[in-house]
């Protein structure tokens, strides 16, 4: 399905780079913010090899930040992928306006192989990457959007683009997708306050995967997931401070305790080491997790960049 290509006129243009460059400006005000400018990007410790995975296992890999690349048991997603080293607004073909990565993608467009769907959580552009979508355009992959933000992908060649919002439920095959609110908000830019935000329950086969996204501590998400047996539980660890961010950005604690609170067998912690977005070191939010999970850290799924999980 080809989608409406409306192209950009000059005065979006100018709006798009003005907020760009507003908000990096604002950015660097807040102390310990910044861009990776004075460090080269690392390489990952590990690079999945998914084209080894098998249909009859649940294989998941960690893409940095966000992105994860899933075969659900015969059923590839790929879930807020981010391939290039930056995020931002993209004003003009994939020229990036924004922060640069600190560890490198494990994986490109090219490598990723056949998706089926692909899963954007919100529209802030540490999840929703213009180049990226770009390069993974394909006429047999399927998109799901969330609330008023299918008109980000006019232009864009894939085979459907659907919303989903709290509550909702998308059936591809046999694999169910339900979107869960969390606690976040989903604005590509400021006046864009009717874009939404979900967290993901996937479940194929009678296994469930819950992607939290971007959430703050919240009790709804438990009270959502009510006689859901949880396998796995992927949780954002990163970018809560200063603590204006928490609400919006749970600690790594409050992250453990929404999974405890959900029954999740397994937790995997990601939004941290990827992007500087916030106060915080780079390496806090790990050490926080493990430190708060010390004596159990059997129930840590993986927690580098490119590692891959796998469950029979």
Not at 33 to 49: G, L, R, S, V
Not at 91 to 99: D, L, Q
Request: with cysteine; hydrophobic share 40%.
């Amino acid at each position: 399905m080809q989608t409406q290509d409306k192209g950009i006129t000059r005065r979006k243009f100018i709006a798009f780079g003005a907020a760009a460059i507003g908000g990096l400006a604002l950015a660097s005000q807040i102390k310990g913010i910044e861009d990776n400018k004075n460090n080269m990007m690392t390489q990952p410790k590990f690079y999945p090899t998914p084209e080894k995975w098998r249909d009859q296992d649940l294989s998941l890999a960690w893409l940095g930040h966000a992105g994860f690349l899933i075969n659900f048991y015969g059923t590839r997603i790929l879930i807020d992928p981010v391939f290039y080293e930056r995020i931002g607004i993209t004003p003009f073909s994939n020229y990036t306006i924004g922060v640069k990565r600190y560890v490198g993608s494990p994986l490109t467009a090219a490598q990723i192989g056949k998706v089926d769907l692909i899963i954007c959580s919100h529209a802030h552009t540490d999840h929703f990457d213009f180049p990226t979508l770009r390069d993974l355009q394909s006429t047999k992959t399927s998109i799901l959007t969330a609330k008023n933000t299918k008109s980000l992908w006019n232009g864009l060649n894939y085979n459907s683009v659907d919303e989903i919002h709290w509550g909702d439920k998308k059936q591809y095959g046999e694999l169910s997708v339900k979107a869960i609110e969390g606690k976040h908000w989903g604005a590509r830019l400021p006046w864009n306050q009717e874009m939404k935000a979900n967290s993901i329950l996937l479940s194929k086969n009678g296994v469930n995967i819950f992607f939290g996204a971007d959430t703050g501590y919240t009790e709804s998400i438990q009270q959502q997931l009510r006689e859901v047996d949880i396998e796995l539980a992927i949780m954002g660890i990163g970018a809560y401070s200063p603590k204006s961010f928490e609400p919006r950005h749970a600690t790594p604690e409050q992250a453990i305790q929404m999974a405890e609170e959900m029954g999740a067998k397994k937790v995997l912690p990601m939004h941290w080491g990827t992007f500087k977005l916030s106060q915080e070191p780079m390496d806090e939010p790990i050490k926080r997790f493990n430190q708060a999970l010390a004596g159990q850290l059997d129930r840590i799924a993986i927690q580098d960049i490119g590692a891959t999980w796998i469950k029979a």
